[in-house]
């Protein structure tokens, strides 16, 4: 059974920074594909940024570019969240999830696409 737990969640003011990050149970993590999801209240669960199985590609939604960097490091089962710039819309509950696939990099955004998911962390930007 695969199991992801986040950690790294918290109350911040607009500006600040956090880093997210995702430990992986198992040893097939590089068979994964690894994205970050959010979701505010009321509001669907939406993608955020996702990372190839190899580390070398990565994507990210339009709100959180230049401002969130994801990262992983496969010896460790690990994906990071880097979230600088931080404004009161990024305020939400973050997901991280899991997609098995045999292609090193497909871009997947859809909560559908992704067969594994954490327990989530809260973050709150305060204006």
């Known amino acids: 059974q695969v199991q992801l737990v986040e950690s790294g969640g918290g109350l911040v003011q607009a500006g600040g920074s956090l880093r997210l990050a995702c430990v992986v149970s198992g040893r097939t993590f590089t068979s994964y594909v690894m994205g970050w999801f959010r979701q505010a209240p009321g509001k669907e669960r939406e993608f955020v940024t996702a990372?190839?199985?190899?580390?070398?590609?990565?994507a990210y939604a339009d709100s959180v570019k230049g401002r969130f960097t994801i990262s992983r490091d496969n010896a460790k089962n690990t994906v990071s969240l880097r979230m600088n710039s931080l404004k009161p819309e990024d305020t939400a509950i973050y997901y991280c999830a899991a997609k098995r696939t045999i292609m090193v990099w497909r871009t997947s955004t859809s909560p559908s696409e992704y067969d594994y998911w954490g327990q989530g962390t809260q973050v709150t930007v305060s204006s």
């Open positions: 990372i190839s199985r190899n580390g070398e590609n990565t």
